[in-house]
Nanobody, 125 residues
Framework: QVLLVESGGGLVEVGGSLRLSCAAS????????IGWFRQAPGKEREFVAG????????DYADSVKGRFTVSRDNAKNVVYLQMSNLKAEDTAVYYC??????????????????WGQGTQVTVSS
């Protein structure tokens, strides 16, 4: 069984930076895809970024492209989300998740079978 634990959330001012971590444990992650999602109050959970565990492939939502960077440390079993130039609209609970989605469904919430508990990111203006 896979277990994911997020950390690194907090309060930051507009224009600031935060780095989220997603520590993974359990069975091997080869061929798995790790996604970052976020959910703001009253809104649906949305895809933010994703990265393959065993290839260089990564993907970003248009709203974060150029500001967020997803990376991984295979030796530590950790996936990171470096967030820069944060905006008030980035305020949300951020979740990491893992699954084996097809390319066409790699941004869909339903394509991921294991989720972390989430970490709050608040960007103040």
């Amino acid at each position: 069984q896979v277990l994911l634990v997020e950390s690194g959330g907090g309060l930051v001012e507009v224009g600031g930076s935060l780095r989220l971590s997603c520590a993974a444990s359990g069975r091997a992650f080869n061929y798995r895809y790790i996604g970052w999602f976020r959910q703001a109050p009253g809104k649906e959970r949305e895809f933010v970024a994703g990265i393959m565990w065993s290839s260089p492939y990564s993907d970003y939502a248009d709203s974060v492209k150029g500001r967020f960077t997803v990376s991984r440390d295979n030796a530590k079993n950790v996936v990171y989300l470096q967030m820069s130039n944060l905006k008030a609209e980035d305020t949300a609970v951020y979740y990491c998740a893992t699954g084996r989605p097809s390319y066409s469904n790699s941004r869909a919430v339903g394509s991921f079978d294991t989720w972390g508990q989430g970490t709050q990111v608040t960007v103040s203006s």
